[in-house]
């Protein structure tokens, strides 16, 4: 089935740590999304990447990291330089166009730093 | 600055009607989506609105009106699995990818 995967679902860092949580997708989608969640807020856009090879700052983008070397993979790195990296990471994809063009989500990774 | 206010928690009786209210202020529209995201599950597609009017899918309707700046989730014959969180999001018209998020509603669902 096509769809979009997460792994971990749960991950557990060390400060000091860099992690890396993995994003695949196997709907063809060009763009792909990464966004956090945090309790009473919105999703907050980290990184997006419209095409392979190219990818642009969200709103909150400091102390990550990304990189799309394939259509199918969109791999966050949450360095040490991200203050409060404890939160729920969301990846998500869709198809290019305009209009009602939904994203379809994967299943989260809640990071939390120990 | 932009921003999109839903209620925080809502409570509704199993069977019943609940409205889920949204509003907006962006600095342009090109689209507001409403999305279903069970506890600690990835958020789905629920509905689309540009046009002014209401949209409806089953269970599911929504309603938007552009001038207003709002929108409603209308959802009937309440189920217990529709106990979840209710995310309207808006696309300002900067970028097709740029999506701004409300919190999010908590609906709870009691029998």
């Known amino acids: 089935d096509g769809g979009i995967t997460q792994s971990p679902k749960y991950l557990f860092r060390k400060e000091g740590q860099n992690v890396t949580l993995s994003c695949e997708q196997n709907?063809?989608?060009?763009?792909m999304y990464w966004y956090r969640q945090d309790p009473g807020q919105g999703l907050r856009l980290i990184y997006y990447?419209?095409?392979?090879?190219?990818?642009q700052k969200g709103d909150i983008a400091e102390g990550y990291s990304v990189s799309r070397e394939k259509k199918e993979s969109f791999p966050l790195t949450v360095t040490s330089a991200q203050k409060n990296p404890t939160a729920f990471y969301l990846c998500?994809?869709?198809?290019?166009?305009?209009?009602?063009?939904?994203?379809?989500f994967g299943q989260g990774t809640r990071l939390t730093v120990v | 600055g932009q921003n999109i206010d839903q209620p925080t928690e809502m409570t509704a009786t199993e069977g019943a009607i609940v409205q889920i209210n949204c509003t907006y202020q962006?600095?342009?529209?090109?689209?507001l989506f409403w999305y279903q995201q069970h506890a600690g599950e990835a958020p789905t597609f629920l509905s689309y609105?540009?046009l002014d009017g209401l949209e409806e899918k089953g269970r599911f309707s929504s309603f938007f009106s552009r001038s207003k700046g709002y929108s409603y989730l209308l959802l009937k014959e309440l189920q217990m699995k529709d106990s979840a969180s209710y995310l309207c999001?808006?696309?300002?018209?900067?970028?097709?990818?740029?999506?701004?998020w409300g919190a999010g509603t908590k609906l709870i669902i009691k029998p």
């Open positions: 998500a994809s869709s198809a290019p166009g305009q209009g009602g063009t939904e994203a379809f």
């Open positions: 709907l063809n989608h060009d763009a």
């Open positions: 990447s419209q095409i392979v090879n190219d990818f």
């Open positions: 962006t600095s342009g529209f090109n689209g």
């Open positions: 609105n540009v």
């Open positions: 999001a808006v696309r300002p018209g900067q970028s097709n990818y740029q999506l701004i």
